[in-house]
């Protein structure tokens, strides 16, 4: 009788085996078809069959971390962090893990939880250029720009060829008041691109350094070939303006914002900037009578 139980008992252990195995096999066959999906650029389709993954593994920190991602493509920025809090409770030692719910943390500018992750990540791997980034970008989004800038270097020595800490460097030294050292961690930064591949951020920030120093004639010959660009911002038109202004042309400064209001004809910042040159001229005009 005793035998049988056993029997029994290990009949169940086999089919539980079975069951989980079945599982386990129909959440890599979703999985792969909604990571396909997800590089098609269906996004909500891979956001179906992920979920189903899901739902067969819910153990399984990988299936949580691609269905975040997934959301993410649909702007699903809390569903997201719901997911890979999901998948730090199954692993927790995981630093990128911390690295990318920091990440959208910061998003949904959360950033003493996104700090929280980028400490956590630095607990199990204090090499991690990442998450060394994604601290200095958390100190940087509450005002802290000492502690950021301390960050971003140590992100940047970590990986010297990440480009985007450089921009982020940039930035903060921007924000510090100090385009000199901006414009030289810019150059370092843009000596890796073509004139013409420079993203337009890098643009952005290299204007902006250059008119906060007043080399207008190089600020002006940048900002005014990427306002050629398919990817061209008002930012790119707002420097210019500002490049031409400082430079006495006066006309060219008017001529570009209206330029620009054509192409963004909602930006607000352009109104006000065609209505503060406007004014600045009647200034000049009376104070000229």
């Not at 952005?204 to 906060?212: D, I, K, N, Y």
Request: charged share 25%; glycine share 4%; with cysteine.
């Amino acid at each position: 009788m005793l035998s049988g139980v056993i029997a029994s008992a290990a009949g169940c252990c086999s089919f539980g085996n079975r069951h989980e195995q079945m599982n386990v096999a129909a959440a890599r066959e979703l999985t792969a078809h909604g990571l396909a999906a997800l590089h098609r650029s269906r996004a909500d389709e891979a956001t179906t069959l992920l979920r189903q993954a899901c739902a067969a593994t819910p153990d399984d920190p990988r299936v949580h971390r691609h269905l975040a991602a997934a959301l993410v493509e649909q702007n699903e920025i809390e569903p997201a962090i719901a997911q890979l809090r999901l998948a730090i409770e199954k692993a927790p030692d995981d630093p990128a893990l911390h690295v990318e719910i920091g990440r959208l943390y910061l998003r949904v500018s959360r950033p003493n939880e996104a700090r929280h992750h980028a400490m956590l990540a630095l607990e199990f791997d204090r090499r991690s250029s990442e998450a060394w980034l994604l601290r200095g970008l958390s100190e940087k989004s509450t005002g802290q720009l000492d502690q950021a800038l301390d960050m971003l270097h140590r992100a940047a020595v970590h990986d010297p060829h990440n480009m985007g800490t450089r921009l982020e460097l940039a930035d903060t030294w921007l924000l510090r008041g100090e385009p000199l050292r901006a414009l030289t961690a810019l150059e370092i930064h843009n000596s890796g691109f073509a004139d013409e591949q420079l993203p337009i951020r890098a643009v952005e920030l290299t204007g902006l350094a250059l008119v906060e120093l007043q080399q207008n004639e190089r600020a002006t010959r940048m900002l005014t070939a990427a306002t050629g660009r398919e990817d061209s911002t008002a930012d790119v038109w707002l420097l210019l303006s500002r490049s031409l202004l400082q430079s006495g042309d006066r006309s060219g400064a008017e001529l570009a914002i209206r330029s620009a209001r054509q192409v963004f004809p909602e930006n607000q910042a352009l109104r006000e900037r065609e209505r503060q040159i406007a004014e600045d001229l009647d200034s000049a005009l009376q104070a000229s009578r």
